[in-house]
């Protein structure tokens, strides 16, 4: 197991920090927990706790962003996206300001916290908002090239991480491009196509399914906003049958990106690998990846009954 | 501290008085708008364009110039018609405010419309984007100012509060809220709908600067304004008691004026009455 991808985007920022004096950074009092304390304590002069004020957090961005700053703005994802969904939305995207918003502890994997902390939502929610990057990386490597990228990028960008360690799955030498997949496993019977912490367990369905004969296609769709769609078309004909995964909702997430493309470009058979539009749970990340389908078995099972349907 | 010249005086009644024919001919041809509060913070802005902001309309992004954020954002024919008559753009878009594809929106946008520093609208957001600018000012070791002009009414919103305790904390001095305190908003009183009062008080506790003036009396909101750039160590919140609809005695303290726009006959009224004065 790798590390966390907020354990990534706090060296990356302080490394972004470096090379980039404009570069300042807001936390709202998780400091410790999303990682920006690693930045506040390389530049503390360029650190900013705005306190338990989210909607405050994402505001006072979009304004040192309009005086010209690069504002890192970080939070959970719940309340960057949840709880400041309108000033995401009206202060930042609409007059298109250069607000990163790396939010972390998304997803079921936040854990023992409960469903209060476990945002299930926030790709749909961020998705649908015009002039916004949406950008899911599935590991550390992944995750430095992100930020890396979002610090030279001119505009807003939503990055979701996680809390707990994920598989390495980054080749070597990888540098981001928003609006392109990358081809993890090749295989023409099916593809995965999967973000963040999902991408580690479609690699090792692949290889479970590789042994039963099946050679699934992976891809890892960091990308959310623009979406590789030459990508997925090209996988839907090739492969004829497609299987999404993430941890988020079924509803308005990556498998309803994919969704989207290929009932328009290229209809076949699509299963989406998610939580079931529910709340989740406390429990520890693996115990709740289990509970709510969210494993390389689960996907195996998925990939073979998407087979059946073509 | 400098005190406001005749000629200065002369000028921003002049200015303020054509702002208000502006407002009116804007959303009178827009059928639609928010003549009230444009209305009371006309003298304001008159003040802030032609006496204590430095702005250039020929470089409208010039990074030292101070910033204007309309917290307040359906006071956009407000700021629409002074950015006008400074000449950031043709007084001519006026008559094109809210229609399709025009520069002047409902509400201001900053992409788009030359002078507009911040997008607003959604009541409570500007006020902290305005910190932000005060911030990025001070961490770029520039002496620019940002004022910002809000409502009553808009101190409902609880993210008013986190920018308060914001800019307080962080003692942002170069940065100036005026609170549009004309006592009305769309249901009603402010006092009868949900009331925010004490305004002075509550800024007070969040350490911040307040001086409480006449929002009509040119003198009044410049010595505050100059009181505002002494002050060291604290923003300074400027809370001016102003009348909705200022200028036009039909609309005067009614809240039934703060979203509809004047008929043809009425604008022509209207305007007569204000050129009279």
């Known amino acids: 197991m790798g590390k966390a991808t907020r354990e990534a985007y706090g060296n990356a920022l302080v490394a972004v920090g470096a090379a980039n004096e404009n570069i300042v950074v807001l936390d709202a009092d998780l400091s410790k927990s999303t990682k920006t304390d690693n930045f506040k304590k390389a530049y503390p002069d360029r650190f900013?706790?705005?306190?338990?004020?989210?909607?405050?957090?994402?505001?006072?961005?979009?304004?040192?962003?309009?005086?010209?700053?690069?504002?890192?703005?970080?939070?959970?994802?719940?309340?960057?996206?949840?709880?400041?969904?309108?000033?995401?939305?009206?202060?930042?995207?609409?007059?298109?300001?250069?607000?990163?918003?790396?939010?972390?502890?998304?997803?079921?994997?936040?854990?023992?916290?409960?469903?209060?902390?476990?945002?299930?939502?926030?790709?749909?929610?961020?998705?649908?908002?015009?002039?916004?990057?949406?950008?899911?990386?599935?590991?550390?490597?992944?995750?430095?090239?992100?930020?890396?990228?979002?610090?030279?990028y001119e505009g807003p960008v939503y990055v979701r991480l996680g809390r707990a360690g994920v598989d390495d799955v980054t080749p070597e030498g990888y540098e981001f491009t928003p609006g392109k997949a990358v081809e993890l496993v090749g295989g023409n019977d099916v593809t995965i196509i999967a973000c963040g912490a999902l991408v580690g367990p479609a690699v090792q369905a692949a290889k479970l399914l590789a042994e039963q004969n099946v050679k699934a296609r992976v891809l890892n769709m960091a990308s959310i906003k623009p979406i590789d769609a030459d990508a997925?078309?090209?996988?839907?004909?090739?492969?004829?049958?497609?299987?999404?995964?993430?941890?988020?909702?079924?509803?308005?997430?990556?498998?309803?990106?994919?969704a989207e493309v290929v009932t328009e470009f290229a209809p076949v058979p699509v299963i989406r690998i998610g939580t079931k539009d529910t709340f989740g749970e406390s429990g520890t990340p693996k115990e709740l990846m289990a509970k709510y389908g969210l494993t390389a078995e689960d996907i195996v099972n998925a990939a073979k009954t998407a087979i059946e349907r073509k | 501290m400098t005190t406001l010249t005749a000629e200065q005086k002369s000028l921003v009644q002049e200015k303020a008085t054509a702002i208000r024919v502006s407002i009116l001919k804007a959303v009178t041809a827009a059928k639609s708008g928010h003549p009230g509060g444009s209305l009371s913070i006309a003298d304001l802005m008159a003040l802030l364009y032609y006496v204590e902001m430095n702005v250039d309309p020929k470089n409208p992004k010039d990074g030292n110039r101070d910033r204007f954020v309309l917290s307040k954002g359906h006071a956009a024919p407000a700021l629409y018609a002074t950015l006008a008559e400074k000449g950031f753009f043709d007084k001519g878009e006026l008559e094109n405010l809210r229609k399709i594809d025009c520069m002047l929106q409902g509400h201001p946008d900053m992409k788009h419309t030359p002078g507009v520093d911040m997008s607003t609208g959604s009541l409570g957001q500007g006020i902290s984007a305005a910190c932000g600018m005060a911030l990025a000012g001070r961490i770029d070791k520039k002496d620019y100012r940002v004022f910002a002009v809000l409502g009553d009414g808009e101190l409902e919103e609880g993210q008013v509060w986190e920018a308060a305790m914001f800019a307080g904390f962080y003692k942002l001095n170069n940065l100036t809220a005026f609170i549009d305190f004309n006592g009305l908003q769309i249901d009603g009183d402010i006092r009868e709908v949900m009331s925010p009062l004490p305004i002075a008080p509550k800024?007070?506790?969040?350490?911040?600067?307040?001086?409480?003036?006449?929002?009509?009396?040119?003198?009044?909101?410049?010595?505050?304004?100059?009181?505002?750039?002494?002050?060291?160590?604290?923003?300074?919140?400027?809370?001016?008691?102003?009348?909705?609809?200022?200028?036009?005695?039909?609309?005067?303290?009614?809240?039934?004026?703060?979203g509809k726009a004047p008929s043809a006959e009425e604008y022509e009224k209207f305007v007569a009455e204000l050129l009279e004065v």
């Open chain 1, 232 to 258: 997925i078309v090209k996988a839907a004909k090739e492969t004829g049958a497609i299987v999404t995964a993430e941890e988020h909702n079924i509803y308005g997430g990556l498998g309803a990106a994919v």
């Open chain 2, 203 to 258: 800024f007070e506790a969040f350490n911040w600067n307040v001086i409480e003036v006449n929002g009509h009396d040119l003198d009044e909101l410049h010595n505050a304004i100059e009181a505002a750039k002494a002050c060291t160590d604290k923003p300074t919140a400027i809370v001016m008691n102003t009348v909705k609809g200022k200028g036009v005695k039909e609309m005067e303290g009614q809240a039934g004026w703060h």
């Open chain 1, 48 to 152: 900013f706790n705005v306190g338990i004020a989210e909607q405050n957090l994402i505001s006072v961005g979009a304004g040192l962003a309009a005086a010209g700053k690069i504002p890192f703005v970080s939070s959970f994802s719940m309340f960057a996206t949840g709880r400041a969904f309108e000033q995401v939305r009206n202060a930042v995207c609409y007059p298109k300001l250069n607000v990163k918003i790396c939010a972390t502890h998304a997803g079921i994997t936040v854990g023992e916290d409960g469903a209060t902390h476990q945002s299930l939502e926030d790709i749909a929610c961020m998705r649908a908002i015009p002039n916004l990057k949406v950008v899911v990386p599935a590991d550390e490597a992944e995750t430095t090239a992100v930020i890396k990228w979002a610090a030279d």
